[in-house]
């Protein structure tokens, strides 16, 4: 699977009709390798929930690797075989929780203390932790994830 042959579908209602209210080719929406080789695409994101369902899509203008507080993104993104930049990520914590997928390939999943290899059809809920991921084998990997802002544990509830 190649980031750059996505097909982006949205629904919606044109005059009271179920209606595919448009078709983005892939490149119009991925994000290029940046200097890590991070290569993901956004499908789509929104600002705030709950969500009217005839708000404005703004999912070409978000570039940012975080939902924006009280919103939520789904990318898909693809980790290049070992060795290659964007392989393995520093630890770090993200303020979301996250549903993630493994479509093709494998990719490990490393907390502080345990790693578990996850292989296509492997599925993660990343609640807030510090963890990594890392694509060990000589094969690209490509995931999708869902991120929905979460508050700070710090933050008082």
């Known amino acids: ?3 750059d042959g996505l097909k982006r579908v949205v629904t919606g209602f044109e005059n009271g009709q179920a209606k595919i209210t448009s078709v983005s080719p892939g490149g119009r929406i991925l ?6 080789g991070d290569n993901w695409a ?3 994101w929104i600002s705030a929930h709950p969500h009217h369902l005839d708000d404005e899509d703004l999912s070409e203008t978000w570039r940012e690797r975080l939902p ?6 789904f990318r898909i993104s693809q980790f290049p075989p070992a060795g290659r930049p964007g392989s393995s990520f520093d630890f770090h914590t993200t303020f979301s929780v996250d549903y993630f997928v493994v479509l093709t ?3 490990w999943l490393v907390l502080e203390g345990e790693e ?13 932790v510090p963890h990594r991921w890392e694509n060990r084998s000589d094969e690209p990997c490509v995931a999708a994830s869902v991120m929905i802002a979460a508050q700070d544990r710090s933050q008082p509830s």
């Open 42 to 44: 956004v499908c789509h």
């Open 1 to 3: 699977m190649k980031l």
């Open 105 to 107: 390939g494998k990719l």
């Open 68 to 73: 924006p507080p009280s919103g939520s993104a």
């Open 31 to 36: 994000r290029p390798p940046d200097e890590r």
């Open 116 to 128: 578990i290899e996850l292989s296509a059809g492997d599925c993660v809920v990343q609640r807030g």
